[in-house]
């Protein structure tokens, strides 16, 4: 089994930073990608933020020049740094972990980031 362990959400003004960990323990196989997802009520959960293994990065447009993916080279945990936060960006974060091989995706319990003044 694998376990992903988020954390770093919170309450913050706009402008503010909050920075999300998430670390994957357990029976890991290699990783493909790491990835931040976030959903606010009534709607799906979308893509924000992923990276590979090669630190190929892709971003949704509206974090782009705001937030940073990035990953322990050595380990199994993905950050997310956000920056300039706004109130749109309210919603829970999810980390996301796929593997080669593994056709399944595998999702942290979800963090919640409140941007309000």
């Known amino acids: 089994q694998v376990q992903l362990a988020e954390s770093g959400g919170g309450l913050v003004r706009p402008g503010g930073s909050l920075r999300l960990s998430c670390a994957a323990s357990?029976?890991?196989?290699?990783?493909?990608?790491m990835g931040w997802y976030r959903q606010t009520p009534g709607k799906g959960r979308e893509l924000v933020a992923s990276i590979t293994t090669d630190d190929g990065t892709v971003y949704t447009d509206s974090v782009k020049g705001r937030f940073t993916i990035s990953r322990e080279s050595a380990g199994n945990t993905v950050y997310l740094q956000m920056n300039s936060l706004k109130p749109e960006d309210t919603a829970v974060y999810f980390c996301?972990?796929?593997?080669?091989?593994?056709?399944?995706?595998?999702w942290g319990q979800g963090t919640q980031v409140t941007v309000s003044s």
């Open positions: 996301n972990f796929r593997f080669q091989g593994v056709p399944r995706d595998y």
């Open positions: 357990g029976r890991l196989f290699s990783i493909n990608t």
